[in-house]
T-cell receptor, first 114, second 112 residues
Framework: AQSVTQPDIHITVSEGASLELRCNYS??????LFWYVQSPGQGLQLLLK??????LVQGIKGFEAEFKRSQSSFNLRKPSVHWSDAAEYFC????????????FGAGTTVTVRA | ETGVTQTPRHLVMGMTNKKSLKCEQH?????MYWYKQSAKKPLELMFV???????ENNSVPSRFSPECPNSSHLFLHLHTLQPEDSALYLC???????????FGPGTRLTVT
């Protein structure tokens, strides 16, 4: 079965600074990978996804992520953070083939300071 | 309506009550999911329905009973809940394969 680790529970970043959130997965083959964002009291919104092809994936809200097979990682980045990016971010992995369940990481809370 | 909707958004119920959560997806997807999100815990998958058939039940207590009458609607029937069942309940849908999931806004459940 697949699993996800998000090593950082909480990150504080200044507005305008860059942001990188780490995600490591465990799966025997090439996985499907996702990043979601959740604002307080809301559901999860899909930021971006990786299925195959170009390992640098562009998403919504100016986010991008890079799939690195050798490191089993799928880190999320944003060059310049806005105050509205304060939220909780979840990395998820899905198995290829017929299994359509996702495994989610525990999440990283991002605080943006002025 | 677009995306995935959930009603009610907030629910307070006593331990002896019976209530139901409703989820509707307007995306034409063929799979639907219930998740439980508790504070300081990872997202817990509760139930999966694929083509209206339940394909997953992650050892969820019988006081939670899902129902999927068609591929667009999903219900979670609740009865004799415990205070530890207080959480945000999220519904999601996807087209399988491949399976990125789209979430509703959730129902914040408080059991008193």
């Amino acid at each position: 079965a697949q699993s996800v680790t998000q090593p950082d529970i909480h990150i504080t970043v200044s507005e305008g600074a860059s942001l990188e959130l780490r995600c490591n997965y465990s799966y025997g083959a090439t996985p499907y990978l996702f990043w979601y964002v959740q604002s307080p009291g809301q559901g999860l919104q899909l930021l971006l996804k990786y299925f195959s092809g170009d390992t640098l994936v562009q998403g919504i809200k100016g986010f991008e992520a890079e799939f690195k097979r050798s490191q089993s990682s799928f880190n999320l980045r944003k060059p310049s953070v806005h105050w509205s990016d304060a939220a909780e971010y979840f990395c998820a992995v899905g198995a290829t083939g017929s299994d359509y369940k996702l495994s989610f990481g525990a999440g990283t809370t991002v605080t943006v300071r002025a | 309506e677009t995306g995935v909707t959930q009603t009610p958004r907030h629910l307070v119920m006593g331990m002896t009550n019976k209530k139901s959560l409703k989820c509707e997806q307007h995306l034409g997807h063929n799979a639907m999911y219930w998740y439980k999100q508790s504070a300081k815990k990872p997202l817990e998958l509760m139930f999966v329905y694929n083509f209206k058939e339940q394909t997953e039940n992650n050892s969820v207590p019988s006081r939670f009973s899902p129902e999927c009458p068609n591929s667009s609607h999903l219900f979670l029937h609740l009865h004799t809940l415990q205070p530890e069942d207080s959480a945000l309940y999220l519904c999601a849908s996807s087209q399988v394969p491949p399976g990125e999931q789209y979430f509703g806004p959730g129902t914040r459940l408080t059991v008193t």
